[in-house]
């Protein structure tokens, strides 16, 4: 590294620890568990973590003879034919194994593969949760290296890519090294591969941070086996020195001419030096790596450590020493471990995921070394960028930010999954390795986002039609942090032009204090009090106001003071395209500011309609903002709204009208007043599907719909238009909280220009997407 740019880095990192009080530094920040709440949480329900859900309908006669006899026969001579049509219509494209003996689960050990299945079925649904890489695991009950690696080749056929795991060395060594000849899909020792990436990631920006160089910076790392060899070995590849890598095990350093407690991966890294002990190697070191066991790493040790040490303490679930014993001695160091409750978690959980999803998507045979670098990079390189509010939120709040106390991403935060594995399926391409090569990089990028949260696939659309067509959106509440954030991505997602009305030095100054970048292009400060338009936005308010009691004097006030009212005539008057506002007032207190300045559009109802996204399912949900308790001809117009807004959100829609009764039963005059909103649209002839009034299980499930075959619905309903709006609000929101869906809105429909209205204190990510859909509606 430059030399000035490493006294740069010196200071700043100075500046970072001076900023930290002590406790906050190394306080654990996520929660920590009882043993009581684990086996709760593994025993509660279905005991453990994973089960297998089909894919297929398996509802009809016809669906059971197209899934298994006769159908099935067509698809096995199909692949008996062309092995590589079993991606087509298998699994197995999309399917890895975790595969462990249980001879080195996590730091506890030996303790044999049953006990392993936690660990295993945990690491399955990890590629599920992050990267919707299907798994299952296998635990395979022996220690005999030989035996372990024919069991796994002859279950090849069935899997994508097999994920070694918690295999002890120098078996795991062994075991892989025969099964990458064996087999032509990825064979991945997890914590061998996994942990170095990660390592090595988090590394990379440590030795930034404190302005140390590969060639000279010295590591000794604790623990020889299965992680700690790899992670040297990645080290090394990257540029360390042989020299200055000191491996240590239970018999102290490995130093040549030992025999104790060798073998010939250990060998191949053993050091000319007269250094014994633990103690001994790590005087005067810059950098300790803990793949061992928990308290292996003692104060005295750490305080004969170099300035700025650097210390992953990776061991689990306890580390080889605790930020806190850390922290009492000295105050100069980067700490990690592998655990999610301390800040820098260095944990292969960042990587196995993405790197296998990058793998499968470009059915690479294989992961090699180039493919390991980039994904290891391309973590260094994201823990860098500025961080949204997804990840603060995984962290109670607290907003990482690049510096000693954050060196590497956190698992949740949801740009892994589209930067990692596009790196990797790079690097594969590159190198030779893939199968299937990626000729569009960004269109599979979109495609990444997608899979990890359904909301992605439904903005994407809106997104890219966006970036065609840029807009002018005005942000209402300026000054607002979140707002800001919102605005620069706006901006730096090349969706237009991000306008923050407010006070300018206060805009600034908040910005400053935020570390919010605003100096980039495409984003605009407004003043409304001094902006020379003031006149003709009064005169247009005054116009529409003037016979609803309000003075010329009322109206000027509301523009020079009221954000909400200067941004919406901005937008009536085609000052902007958009407007995005609700962070610091309630939702029907800012629909009326809005509502005094634009009107509905001629012939439509102001509606609100929510998107709920649920197992892979989309369904829009309305009124779920505007109508208390709509009579019967306001039913029929909001199902009207819903349908034209389920159409440009791209769905052809199916509307149930809902009650708590099916096609008059049981009477009541809720249901009836829903069964005369359905005459009405009967009499409008309108161009959708509808019917009802029917309940929501009725609506959604085809099962119990055929028991209705006069029913006038192709299908399960897609826009569920609700009898009131309690109904919508409440079971909107108890679906997000108890069903794990994702709710997007209430979006307002049916206003004559496109403005948007988030909840009280939504998030920067709330807020862009809610900009970029009233930028959509902006239109052409
Ligand atoms: N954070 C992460 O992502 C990961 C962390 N790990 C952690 O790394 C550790 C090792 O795992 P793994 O490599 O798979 O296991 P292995 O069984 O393959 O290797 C363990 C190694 O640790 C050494 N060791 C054990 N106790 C001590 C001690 N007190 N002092 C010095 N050396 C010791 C052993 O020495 P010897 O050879 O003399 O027996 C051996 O070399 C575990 O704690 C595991 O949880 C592993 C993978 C990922
Ligand atoms: C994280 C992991 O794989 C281990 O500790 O073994
Ligand atoms: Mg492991």
Not at 369 to 388: E, F
Not at 690 to 706: H, I, S, T, W
């Amino acid at each position: 590294m430059h030399s000035t740019s490493a006294k740069l880095h010196k200071k700043a990192f100075r500046e970072d620890q001076t900023h930290m009080p002590d406790k906050e530094k190394n306080e654990r920040q996520g929660p920590s568990v009882s043993p009581q709440e684990a086996l709760d949480f593994h025993s509660m329900g279905r005991p453990g973590k994973l089960e297998i859900t089909p894919t297929k309908p398996m509802a009809t006669q016809r669906d059971l003879s197209l899934a298994y006899s006769p159908g099935v026969a067509v698809p096995v001579q199909a692949i008996a034919e062309d092995p590589s049509r079993a991606f087509d219509y298998t699994t197995r494209g999309n399917l890895v194994a975790v595969i462990s003996n249980g001879t080195a689960i996590l730091g506890l050990g030996n303790l044999g593969a049953l006990a392993s299945k936690p660990v295993m079925e945990g690491k399955a649904v990890l590629f599920k949760r992050f990267a919707d890489v299907d798994s299952i695991d296998l635990e395979v009950d022996t220690e005999d290296a030989d035996a372990f690696v024919n069991c796994v080749k002859l279950l090849g056929p069935s899997f994508g890519g097999i994920n070694l795991e918690d295999i002890k060395a120098p078996e795991c060594f062994i075991i892989e090294q025969q099964l990458r000849e064996l087999m032509d899909i990825p064979v991945f020792h997890d914590d061998q591969h996994g942990t170095a990436i990660i390592a090595i990631a988090g590394l990379i920006n440590a030795l930034h941070l404190t302005g140390r160089d590969m060639q000279s910076t010295r590591l000794v790392c604790n623990g020889a086996g299965a992680a700690g060899i790899a992670c040297i070995e990645l080290v090394k590849s990257l540029g360390f020195r042989p020299e200055n890598v000191i491996l240590c095990d239970t018999k102290g350093v490995v130093h040549k001419g030992r025999t104790e407690g060798m073998n010939q991966w250990k060998s191949a890294h053993a050091v000319e030096t007269d250094r014994r002990t633990l103690a001994d190697a790590l005087d005067g070191a810059d950098v300790f790596f803990g793949l061992s066991a928990k308290g292996a790493l003692t104060p005295a040790m750490v305080k004969s450590m170099a300035k700025n040490p650097i210390i992953f303490a990776m061991a689990n679930p306890d580390p080889e020493i605790t930020p806190e014993e850390v922290a009492e001695i000295r105050t100069d160091a980067i700490m990690a471990t592998g655990r999610s409750d301390y800040p820098n978690q260095v944990n292969n959980v960042l990587g196995f995921p993405y790197i296998f999803r990058g793998a499968l998507d470009v059915r690479a045979t294989t992961i090699n070394d180039a493919m390991k670098v980039a994904a290891a990079q391309a973590l260094a390189d994201l823990a860098r960028q500025d961080v949204p509010d997804d990840v603060a939120a995984a962290y109670q709040g607290n907003r990482p930010k690049y510096g000693p106390n954050y060196i590497i991403p956190v698992p949740f935060d949801p740009r892994l999954i589209s930067a990692i594995p596009v790196a990797v399926a790079q690097a594969a391409m590159d190198s030779g390795v893939a199968r299937k090569p990626i000729l569009d990089l960004d269109k599979y990028t979109n495609e990444l986002s997608a899979r990890r949260d359904p909301i992605a696939s439904t903005l994407q659309r809106i997104y890219d039609r966006v970036r065609r067509q840029p807009k002018r959106v005005v942000f209402a509440e300026g000054e607002e942090e979140q707002v800001m954030r919102a605005a620069v991505s706006y901006a730096n997602q090349k969706l237009g032009t991000a306008i923050l009305l407010g006070r300018e030095e206060q805009i600034k100054d908040t910005a400053r204090n935020a570390g919010v970048d605003l100096s980039k292009p495409g984003i605009e400060i407004i003043n409304a009090r001094l902006s020379r338009r003031n006149g003709i936005y009064a005169d247009y308010l005054y116009e529409r106001l003037q016979r609803k009691g309000y003075l010329f004097r009322d109206c000027q006030r509301l523009i020079n003071n009221d954000r909400n009212h200067f941004a919406a005539t901005m937008v009536a008057l085609g000052d902007a395209d958009a407007m995005v506002t609700g962070v610091t007032r309630n939702y029907s207190t800012a629909l009326d500011d809005v509502r005094r300045v634009i009107d509905a559009r001629p012939g439509h109802r102001v509606i609100g309609a929510s998107v709920v996204l649920a197992r892979g399912r989309t369904v829009i949900v309305a009124d779920t903002a505007v109508h208390d308790m709509p009579d019967a001809h306001q039913i029929a117009d909001i199902a009207e709204e819903a349908a034209n807004f389920a159409r440009r959100m791209g769905y052809e829609p199916r509307i149930a009208m809902l009650a708590y009764s099916t096609f008059g039963h049981p009477p009541g005059e809720r249901s009836e007043r829903v069964q005369e909103a359905v005459k009405i649209l009967d009499k409008r002839r309108v161009d959708f599907e509808y019917d009802g009034e029917m309940a929501a299980d009725v609506a959604l499930n085809p099962r119990l719909m055929q028991q209705y075959p006069f029913c006038r619905l192709s299908g399960p309903a897609n826009v569920l238009v609700m009898p009131a709006f309690h109904s919508a609000s409440i079971s909107t929101k108890m679906l997000q909280e108890l069903g794990g869906s994702t709710v997007i809105g209430p979006l307002l429909v049916g206003l004559n220009k496109p403005v948007q209205i988030v909840s009280l204190n939504a998030k920067d990510s709330d807020i862009v997407n809610m900009a970029a859909i009233a930028a959509y509606s902006a239109g052409a």
